[in-house]
């Protein structure tokens, strides 16, 4: 079993601290609230042993300061413990420390003798754990024209016989870690179901029926919700479709569709079949528009003969007997002479 033991400070309290040891000239004292956090994780190894991690977490959130040094204990280290009471109140429970702010300080900052014994009374006074109650010991360190600040800190506590410092984490709400600081917000929805059951300390499974139905309620209201506004969209849907043939008509056939009420289309009435008919109406006026049909016009008679096909034809079939009838006589006379 390892045990660790850390601090962790929020920067809205670091800043108070910083700004109550700087607006004084004199050295300062006073208490850290918060609360002690233990955290055990268990890790199992490849040879199936168990590994315990106790990480103790002293986490500080504001600070009490005392309104001058010696203020609840003399110079011998003994404590006062009416003073003690006064400057706590009811804020006992929450101190997890103390801080002692020192504009002269040593390094590396230690305790003195005094301060061990007044760490030691605090915790014991006020039933704390001696090994998680811790003393942060402050410094200031100015630059030579006073221009730049630079304050370090150092948390100690006592563990066996020694003052052992601890490691120190500034926490930052913006860094992912700590978004738990800024938790998500309820839903609305949720939260109204809740604040409408009107019960005196009903048992839970009863509480977180009534929830069931709520929320039930409510997504049947979300329902018929939908539903409406889905049949709106459908309608402005259908209406841009109609205007948008509306407009093509338009600008294709010109002024045909001028004669047509707007409310046909507007409201639905007028259909896809409608508007072919509309457009072949349009096409036929469009035709006649354009004139009327040109007559057969007989072509134009040339002065000069012109000698068809069928003549020439009769011509060279009348040639071709000629040729054929004198080459018979021309053999025929041939034979009578010999």
């Not at 400070?9 to 004199?26: L, Q, T």
């Not at 069931?212 to 969209?233: A, P, R």
Request: with cysteine; charged share 25%.
């Amino acid at each position: 079993m390892t045990e660790t033991v850390s601090v962790s400070i929020s920067g809205i309290a670091f800043s108070f601290i910083s700004y109550e040891n700087i607006k004084c000239d004199s050295n300062q004292e006073g208490f850290l609230l918060g609360e002690f956090i233990s955290k055990e994780t268990n890790h199992v190894t490849d040879a199936e042993h168990t590994v315990v991690n106790k990480q103790n977490i002293i986490k500080i959130k504001s600070v009490i300061p005392c309104p001058h040094q010696f203020y609840f204990y003399n110079a011998a280290g003994q404590l006062d413990i009416s003073k003690l009471n006064r400057i706590l109140g009811n804020q006992k429970e929450k101190v997890v420390g103390w801080y002692l702010f020192k504009h002269k300080q040593i390094a590396p900052p230690k305790l003195t003798l005094r301060e061990k014994i007044i760490h030691k009374q605090i915790a014991k006074s006020l039933q704390l754990p001696l090994p998680l109650f811790t003393t942060c010991l402050l410094t200031l360190k100015t630059s030579n024209t006073n221009a730049t600040y630079s304050f370090s800190q150092t948390f100690l506590r006592y563990h066996m016989s020694n003052y052992d410092s601890l490691p120190l984490h500034v926490e930052n709400l913006t860094l992912p870690n700590y978004s738990y600081k800024l938790p998500e917000p309820m839903p609305n929805v949720l939260t109204k179901v809740i604040k409408s059951i009107k019960t005196s300390n009903p048992e839970s499974h009863i509480f977180i029926q009534k929830i069931q139905e709520g929320l039930q309620c409510h997504m049947n209201y979300l329902l018929e919700e939908s539903i409406d506004k889905e049949e709106q969209l459908f309608k402005l849907e259908e209406e841009i479709k109609h205007l948008r043939r509306k407009l093509m008509l338009s600008c294709r056939y010109g002024d045909k569709l001028e004669n047509l009420n707007d409310d046909s289309f507007v409201g639905g009435d007028c259909s896809f079949e409608d508007t072919n008919q509309i457009c072949e109406e349009v096409t036929e006026n469009n035709k006649k528009r354009r004139g009327r049909q040109r007559k057969n016009v007989s072509p134009i008679q040339s002065t000069y003969n012109m000698r068809s096909t069928a003549t020439i034809n009769d011509e060279g079939v009348l040639h071709e007997r000629d040729v054929s009838y004198s080459s018979a006589t021309k053999r025929k006379n041939a034979e009578k002479k010999q």
